[in-house]
């Protein structure tokens, strides 16, 4: 779900995949290793949390997620179910010169020209090569190039104890101690 | 929906102000001028962005709607009509190590332990002295006290023009140009 620094590249050896797309109807379209189509509707998807990367990248993430996932995140169910489907929405990190005015200081950064979404999709068979999970990631509509897809699984496959997802879940402020 | 600077308490001066709080059947419950009540289900609304304060706060923001807001928000439709609700979900801004280590470098920020939730409610006629909007805050789920809450309707009204709603609606990344 990350977008991963160039130095990662080397480290793209994902060998074998031979996993068919994402589709609606659930049935393989063509022979990709990757998430070749955007899941349909995942703006309306809910909330499993918010990241925000730094380095090259001054990016913000809103992660979401669709009903399979939400239900196994909420009860820490691992590995995720068969049709989980995860969505990082990415933007610019940004000044807001309009909230600033407002504070009289610079403190507040939004969401800015939104960059890229990314999905990881759950089918523990036609993604077996790449632990269960298909990658995704879509610029302008356009899914990413074999390079660039080559560097998800390697990179994710670090996060081995939460069945490759980096993201936790944000609980509801109100449930907790708060601070 | 902001977290507010304490210089701007100077700037608390909401008079007169006599609507009733939020309440799961519309109707008021108790005299109030903010919202004392968290309302339901709100931890499943649809995003409508993410934000990052920095200065004294260091928190995390997902912003949520319910379905009255997320319909105003996509069609544009100012002012909010009522029974808008938005959201803002509260987190600290904290490092994440598990991340970096896996990238190799410091740059991965997440959602740490949340810290509060904050709302605002449409009802022109109950919070008509507070520009329609009804205010709240909850730590540990308990109402922010009277100073406090205070705060927010000077700072939002600064924000006029977007009905005093500082937070934008995050397109879907494939819908734009991205870059």
Do not use: C
């Given at each position: 779900?990350?977008?991963?620094?160039?130095?990662?590249?080397?480290?793209?050896?994902?060998?074998?995949?031979?996993?068919?797309?994402?589709?609606?109807?659930?049935?393989?379209?063509?022979?990709?290793?990757?998430?070749?189509?955007?899941?349909?509707?995942?703006?309306?998807?809910?909330?499993?949390?918010?990241?925000?990367?730094?380095?090259?990248?001054?990016?913000?993430?809103?992660?979401?997620?669709?009903?399979?996932?939400?239900?196994?995140?909420?009860?820490?169910?691992?590995p995720f179910p068969d049709g989980a489907i995860i969505a990082a929405l990415h933007y610019r990190h940004v000044p807001s010169e309009e909230n600033n005015r407002v504070f009289g200081r610079s403190q507040s950064f939004v969401a800015g020209p939104p960059t890229n979404v990314q999905f990881m999709v759950k089918d523990s068979k036609r993604y077996a090569?790449?632990?269960?999970?298909?990658?995704?990631?879509?610029?302008?509509?356009?899914?990413?190039?074999?390079?660039?897809?080559q560097t998800c699984f390697p990179c994710h496959a670090q996060i081995r104890a939460r069945d490759l997802v980096f993201t936790r879940y944000a609980p509801p402020p109100q449930s907790s101690e708060g601070k």
């Open positions: 779900m990350k977008r991963i620094p160039l130095s990662l590249l080397a480290a793209a050896t994902v060998a074998g995949a031979v996993a068919s797309t994402f589709s609606g109807s659930g049935r393989p379209n063509e022979e990709s290793t990757f998430v070749t189509r955007i899941p349909p509707g995942y703006r309306d998807w809910r909330l499993i949390s918010v990241a925000h990367e730094e380095g090259d990248l001054h990016t913000f993430a809103a992660v979401l997620g669709n009903d399979v996932a939400i239900k196994a995140y909420r009860e820490g169910k691992l090569s790449t632990g269960g999970w298909g990658f995704g990631h879509f610029q302008q509509g356009k899914p990413g190039d074999e390079a660039m897809m």
